[in-house]
């Protein structure tokens, strides 16, 4: 059987950044991803450009989009009315999550809004027939209790309507199939997407990875160990790794992978021809 893919871009805050997005989606989606979703700032900071991107790949690619959707930030009013608009202009596909404060600040639920991600999704599904994702810790989630706990909070979160979670980003393959094994203990039937993402330099990955609570193998910093990010044996690394991630979950009855790709082409375009051309 074949590996299906889906991708993620971030919307573009300059005139260069959305030429260099656009560029990317546009080779990206003639590969015949699943979906592609786009993501929502920390604190709801792209709030117009996110929809702006969202329409704008919706009328243009024959792929279905989905818009994040954060509770951080805003009221319930805020989000419902936000996410009404989307559903009134054909994009019926969400990310919820609860989002991230701005930088340097803990989270703190607004006064009027959703707490948590799970009362986001219960109230959509009772508005408007959505399609909606949440989102998965490998590792668990940095700021949960105990494993257990996160897992609880991602059941709930598929049982009050969510469709499939995707994961945050990791690059030990046993850690995710170690996670799907837990999630079917638990009682969760629903799919549950690995999220990788392309080493297209490695000390910014390491620090996105520190910020987001996710663990890189010992392995990985002796690889790249004073390798520069334009150096070829970098992408020939990366190239590796990334295709033993997909080999390794594929062998394991993995059928679909979600791509960050950081708005880039290098590497993911290459592993989703792998991927289209009857892995």
Same mark, same amino acid.
């Given at each position: 059987?074949?590996?299906?893919?889906?991708?993620?871009?971030?919307?573009p805050?300059?005139?260069?950044?959305?030429?260099?997005?656009?560029?990317?989606?546009?080779?990206?989606?003639?590969?015949?991803?699943?979906?592609?979703?786009?993501?929502?700032?920390?604190?709801g900071?792209?709030?117009?450009?996110?929809?702006?991107?969202?329409?704008?790949?919706?009328?243009?690619?024959?792929?279905?989009?989905?818009?994040?959707?954060?509770?951080?930030?805003?009221?319930?009013?805020?989000?419902?009315?936000?996410?009404?608009?989307?559903?009134?202009?054909?994009?019926d596909?969400?990310?919820?999550?609860?989002?991230?404060?701005?930088p340097?600040?803990?989270?703190? *639920?607004? =006064?009027?809004?959703?707490?948590?991600?799970? +009362?986001? #999704?219960?109230?959509?599904m009772?508005? @408007?027939?959505?399609?909606?994702?949440?989102?998965?810790?490998a590792?668990?989630?940095?700021?949960a209790?105990?494993?257990?706990?996160?897992?609880d909070?991602?059941?709930?979160?598929?049982?009050?309507?969510?469709?499939?979670?995707?994961?945050?980003?990791?690059?030990d393959?046993?850690?995710?199939?170690?996670?799907?094994?837990?999630?079917?203990?638990?009682?969760?039937?629903?799919?549950?997407?690995?999220?990788?993402?392309?080493?297209?330099?490695?000390?910014?990955?390491?620090?996105?990875?520190?910020?987001?609570?996710? *663990?890189? =193998?010992?392995?990985?910093?002796?690889?790249? +160990?004073? #390798?520069?990010?334009?150096d070829?044996? @970098?992408?020939?690394?990366?190239?590796?790794?990334?295709?033993?991630?997909?080999?390794?979950?594929?062998?394991?009855?993995?059928?679909?992978?979600?791509?960050?790709?950081?708005?880039?082409?290098?590497?993911?375009?290459?592993?989703?021809?792998w991927?289209?051309?009857?892995?």
């Amino acid at each position: 059987m074949s590996v299906k893919f889906s991708l993620e871009f971030f919307p573009p805050k300059t005139k260069g950044a959305y030429h260099s997005m656009t560029q990317a989606v546009d080779e990206l989606a003639h590969l015949g991803p699943e979906f592609m979703t786009v993501t929502y700032g920390a604190g709801g900071s792209t709030k117009d450009q996110t929809r702006k991107t969202v329409l704008e790949l919706a009328s243009k690619y024959d792929c279905p989009i989905a818009a994040h959707l954060t509770a951080v930030g805003a009221s319930r009013d805020e989000i419902c009315e936000i996410a009404s608009d989307y559903y009134n202009n054909g994009i019926d596909r969400l990310v919820v999550l609860r989002g991230d404060p701005p930088p340097g600040e803990k989270y703190v *639920p607004h =006064p009027d809004g959703f707490p948590f991600a799970v +009362d986001c #999704v219960e109230a959509l599904m009772k508005l @408007h027939d959505f399609d909606i994702t949440v989102a998965a810790y490998a590792e668990g989630h940095p700021e949960a209790p105990s494993l257990s706990f996160d897992m609880d909070n991602l059941k709930r979160k598929l049982d009050a309507g969510a469709k499939r979670a995707i994961t945050q980003f990791f690059f030990d393959p046993e850690l995710y199939l170690r996670f799907r094994d837990s999630a079917a203990k638990a009682g969760i039937e629903k799919e549950i997407i690995p999220g990788l993402v392309p080493i297209l330099n490695f000390r910014k990955i390491r620090n996105f990875a520190e910020k987001c609570g996710a *663990p890189i =193998p010992n392995f990985l910093h002796q690889m790249f +160990d004073g #390798v520069g990010d334009d150096d070829t044996n @970098h992408s020939l690394f990366a190239m590796n790794v990334l295709s033993h991630q997909v080999t390794r979950l594929a062998g394991e009855g993995v059928r679909n992978i979600h791509f960050y790709t950081l708005n880039e082409t290098l590497l993911t375009s290459q592993i989703c021809r792998w991927l289209k051309i009857g892995f």
